[in-house]
């Protein structure tokens, strides 16, 4: 994998992020709770699609045809990556977009700490699935195009994201300034996770497999735990699953196409 490319597919998901984090400065308002079920849906698709062909797909396909650690490795290692979820959102304090919160000493933190927490732990996980398939790359089992497929994936759904975490946080009293600096350092967390997936697998490669299915099942835990419930929330439900099926569809195209 070229040096330039593997800097790229970094910097693209934060790129997203920022860009996202930056509508505050323009839009006076929260987002209109019609589209953020349908931005909300989006991200959901996406991260589905990316779990399966970005993640599981070349989990199991890096064995051969018969072999039974196809199925139990990769499996081990999603059942792991979504019982690391629970932990962490059972022992870190945050807040959802619907103001719910979650964690041990929820109460001694602020809402802005506890918001940021909260889009902290769901993009930990998309630079988990950026790392390692990364490291999948450099170790010659998938081509370059796929991870850059995976990281315009994530660019795309962490757009409305950063928008989503930003806006919030204005609302709740902070400068324009800050709003945009915390979706920021949200975001920030991604290429530092695919770093530490990157170097974990780069000096264990046997384990490649297992991490790949782990990340899988960190998004999947978001999505189920996280974003699907909070989409659903109220009325225009089905605006959700509009986005839903409209994430996916482009994921998995990015992911054929360029992969």
């Known amino acids: 994998m070229r040096p330039i490319i593997l800097i790229i597919c970094l910097i693209i ?4 992020t920022t860009l996202g984090s930056a509508m505050v400065f323009f839009l006076k308002k929260e987002i209109n709770p019609k589209l ?10 996406v991260m589905i699609a990316a779990s399966i062909w970005s993640l599981m797909q ?23 990556g979504v019982g690391f979820m629970l932990l962490l959102d ?13 964690g041990l000493q929820k109460d001694k933190y602020s809402k802005t700490f506890k918001m940021l927490l909260a889009v902290t732990l769901h993009n930990v996980p998309e630079g988990l699935a950026v790392g390692v398939v990364i490291a999948s790359a450099l170790a010659g089992q998938i081509s370059e195009q796929a991870v850059l497929a995976l990281a315009i994936g994530m660019a795309i759904q962490n757009f409305p994201e950063g928008a989503i975490v930003s806006m919030p946080l204005k609302e709740e009293g902070e400068s324009k300034g800050k709003a945009f600096f915390y979706g920021f350092i949200s975001g920030a967390v991604e290429p530092l996770a695919a770093g530490l ?23 999947i835990y978001v ?7 909070e989409a659903n929330e109220g009325k225009h439900s089905n605006l959700a699953t509009i986005g839903l099926a409209v994430g996916f569809v482009l994921m998995m195209v990015l992911d054929i196409a360029l992969g």
Request: glycine share 8%; no cysteine; proline share 8%.
């Open 58 to 80: 070349p989990a199991i396909t890096s064995y051969a045809k018969g072999d039974w650690k196809a199925y139990v490795f990769p499996g081990i290692g999603f059942l792991l």
């Open 223 to 229: 999505v189920v735990e996280e974003l699907i419930p």
């Open 197 to 219: 997936a990157i170097l974990i697998t780069y000096l264990v490669s046997v384990i490649l497999p297992f991490v790949l299915a782990f990340a899988a099942g960190v998004m």
């Open 36 to 45: 953020q079920k349908i931005l909300l849906g989006f991200a959901s698709g």
């Open 90 to 102: 059972y022992l870190v304090p945050h807040m959802h977009i619907n103001k719910e919160e979650e």
């Open 13 to 16: 998901p934060l790129l997203g």
